[in-house]
């Protein structure tokens, strides 16, 4: 089993040494990527998908327990420890939800698959707010779901040890339950993020421009509490858009009764 990941910093757009040389994970780590759009985040995300060694346009090098990775073991997914979910969830294949999920898991060798797929399908239910059928086609869930479903298919049946997540908050993930879930897990989990509470919850952030790691960012105590102020308005508007999917109509003495219940006014 993997227990660290090491980036060594290469060059950014412009063609100079990245100000941030070095940045070590170990299993348990939540790191967050951010910077504003076209700055290189999913570059520098696609450099650990593939093991970069000094081979890319960045000239980075990822390296694992100190190593770098074996290049015939990229094209192995038994092998590789990395699992991108991406913000294309596009499938060429049509097979039902659960006869998907138990395929991976028997070409896996679990020992239980039917129970495995339960549980996975559990887990990313408690993702999103729409529940998977497990009959239904995988070309028919949403883009939020699908989501869902490829997250708890890499923690649970790959197994994967560092998971890369581009952008979930785009997707209807509820993003407390994500976090809250994902940390029960002993794994590398890297998030490229302009979400705050995202950003805020992750043990390190690292700020992007010009295609190079400027910054790198350990999350204090504050943050943690700036976190949890934020955590009350996105969970107020997280209620406020299901009332509204649900049919109800607001009104302005709601909104002010939520936030005098949450503090903000008096």
Sequence with gaps: MIETVTILGGKGKTGAPEPVPRVDLKMGDIL???????????????????????????????????QSFPANGIS?????????????????????VAEFLETHARIRGIANPLETVEETVEFANRLTGEPIIVES????????????????????????????????????????????????YRKIFIFVTHDPRIALLSDFRIVMRDGAMQKLIVTSQEEQGVAEEIRKLDDLLLDFRQRIRVGEELDRMLVLRKLRELGYLT
């Design 76 to 96: 192995d997914p038994s092998k590789n420890p990395v699992a991108l979910i991406s913000q294309h969830t596009n499938f060429l294949s049509d097979l039902p």
């Design 32 to 66: 967050s990527i951010v910077g504003p759009t076209g700055c290189g985040k999913t570059t520098l995300i696609n450099d650990i998908e593939l093991h970069a060694n000094r081979d890319t346009q960045t000239d980075r090098q990822i390296l694992t327990d100190g």
């Design 137 to 184: 086609a995988m070309t028919e869930l949403s883009g939020g779901q699908t989501r869902a479903l490829l997250i708890a298919d890499a923690v649970i049946i790959g197994n994967s040890p560092i998971i890369l997540l581009d952008e979930i908050e785009n997707a209807g993930i509820h993003r407390t339950k994500a976090l809250e879930l994902l940390k029960g």
